[in-house]
C-alpha cells in the first residue's frame, strides 16, 4: 500500500524529479566489487557519454559522490588560483553560491557582476566588466533555477575567449533539458548532478574538465576533493575513483545515459522544450507572470499578480493535498523578489509527462477560480 501512495505524488519540481520503476529496480539490485573490470568499464562508458553529450572531445570527467554543490566547491579550489581575478555573473541564489564560496575561501580579487533576477545578459556590460577588471575567470550557471532564466552561454564563450579567461559553468539545471556545448561555446569547465535532467536520485555529481583547464590545476586545500587524485592513471586511467563512491547511483547513470544515447541528446531537449511550451500556453489565462525573458526548457518561474486575493503558500498546500508538488519559495528569495513566499512559484517539466502537466493545469485554474 505505502508503494502505491508512493506512485501517485507528482513532483513539479526541479530536482529530485520522479523516478521511473526501471531506475528503481536498478536501485535494488546488488552490485558486484566496484574495483572490478566490469566497474571499469561502466565508469569509462559514463564518462565517454558525458563527454559526448556536452560536446567536450578531449576531457575527462571526474565522478564526485556529493551534491551538486560539492562539485561546485572542488572545482573553485582545485581550477582557480588565489591571485586570480574572478568575475560571478549574478542573476540568482545559485549564482550567488558562487560568490559566497568565493568569500568564504577568501578569493581578494572577487568581482560581482549583478544582471538581474529573470534578466538576459547584456554581453556589452559584460564585457566592460572583464576588460575593466583583468578577469581571469567567469563563474556562471547556464540556467538559474528559481527564475527559469536560460543564459546565452555561447555569448558569454566568445567574450570569455576573446580576453583570455578560463569560462566555468555551472550546468546541472539546464544539461539534457537545454543545448549546451562545451567545446564550441568555449567552455572550460562544467558540472552536472544527477537529480535533474538525469532524472535520478540525488547525490553524485559530475565535472567536466578540457584539456586546457587541466593544465591549470592547482595543489588543492582538500583530500576528498583533489583532482589531481581522480585523474591519476592508476584512478580515472582505469574507470576508478580514489574513494568509494555511491555504486548503485552510477549504475543508474549508466542505464540513463544509455537511454538518452539511444533517443538522442536532441530529442530529448526537443520533448522538455514541447513540454514546456505546452504548460506555459495552457497557463496564459492565469494570474501569473512569468520571470525569465529567455526561460529554459527545464523550468518555468511565475510570480503571482493578485496576491490579495491568491497566495504562493496556499497554491501550493492545496496542491500538495493532490500528491502534487511544486516549488514555492522561501525567505532567502527576498534579496530577488519583493514578498517571495506568497507570489514566487516554479513548475518544472523535466520528470512529468504531458498529461500530468495537463492535470496540474486543471487543478491550479481550480485554485485561481
Avoid at 561502466?42 to 556529493?66: A, M, S
Avoid at 548532478?193 to 590545476?217: C, D, E, F, H, W
Avoid at 529554459?296 to 497554491?315: F, P, Q, R, W
Amino acid at each position: 500500500m505505502q508503494d502505491k501512495e508512493i506512485n501517485k505524488i507528482r513532483l513539479f519540481i526541479p530536482g529530485p524529479t520522479n523516478v521511473s520503476d526501471e531506475t528503481l529496480r536498478i536501485g535494488s539490485i546488488q552490485y558486484g566489487y566496484f574495483r572490478d573490470d566490469d566497474f571499469t568499464r561502466l565508469n569509462l562508458e559514463n564518462e565517454k557519454n558525458f563527454l559526448d553529450f556536452t560536446g567536450c572531445k578531449n576531457g575527462r570527467v571526474i565522478p564526485l559522490t556529493c551534491s551538486g554543490t560539492g562539485a561546485m566547491e572542488a572545482i573553485l579550489v582545485n581550477v582557480v588560483k588565489k591571485d586570480d581575478n574572478i568575475l560571478v555573473i549574478n542573476g540568482g541564489p545559485f549564482a550567488e553560491r558562487w560568490y559566497k564560496m568565493c568569500r568564504f575561501f577568501k578569493y581578494e580579487k572577487m568581482h560581482n557582476l549583478d544582471i538581474g533576477f529573470g534578466r538576459d545578459i547584456d554581453t556589452k556590460i559584460l564585457e566592460d566588466a572583464i576588460k575593466n577588471n583583468d578577469i581571469d575567470t567567469i563563474l556562471c550557471q547556464s540556467n538559474e533555477t528559481p527564475s527559469g532564466q536560460l543564459y546565452d552561454i555561447e555569448a558569454i564563450g566568445e567574450l570569455s575567449k576573446k580576453h583570455g579567461c578560463t569560462l566555468i559553468v555551472d550546468a546541472i539545471g539546464s544539461l539534457f533539458a537545454d543545448d549546451f556545448r562545451m567545446d564550441e561555446w568555449n567552455v572550460d569547465v562544467s558540472l552536472v548532478s544527477t537529480q535533474k535532467g538525469l532524472r535520478l536520485p540525488s547525490g553524485m555529481a559530475y565535472v567536466i574538465i578540457n584539456r586546457r583547464a587541466i593544465k591549470l590545476l592547482t595543489n588543492p586545500r582538500s583530500f576528498y576533493f583533489n583532482f589531481n587524485l581522480y585523474l591519476e592513471d592508476y584512478q580515472l586511467g582505469r574507470g576508478h575513483t580514489p574513494f568509494t563512491p555511491n555504486v548503485t547511483l552510477i549504475h543508474q547513470v549508466n542505464q540513463k545515459l544509455r537511454e538518452i544515447k539511444k533517443m538522442g541528446i536532441a530529442s530529448q531537449i526537443e520533448e522538455m522544450h514541447d513540454k514546456a511550451v505546452f504548460f506555459r500556453e495552457l497557463c496564459k489565462d492565469m494570474p501569473l507572470t512569468p520571470i525569465a525573458q529567455t526561460p529554459s526548457n527545464l523550468e518555468t518561474g511565475y510570480v503571482i499578480n493578485n496576491i490579495e486575493k491568491y497566495d504562493a503558500t496556499e497554491l501550493y498546500e492545496y496542491l500538495k493535498k493532490k500528491n502534487i508538488y511544486i516549488w514555492r519559495s522561501g525567505k532567502q528569495m527576498k534579496r530577488w523578489l519583493d514578498n517571495p513566499v506568497r507570489r514566487h512559484i516554479i513548475i518544472s517539466h523535466n520528470g512529468c509527462s504531458k498529461e500530468d502537466h495537463k492535470d496540474l493545469v486543471e487543478h491550479m485554474k481550480r485554485y485561481f477560480k
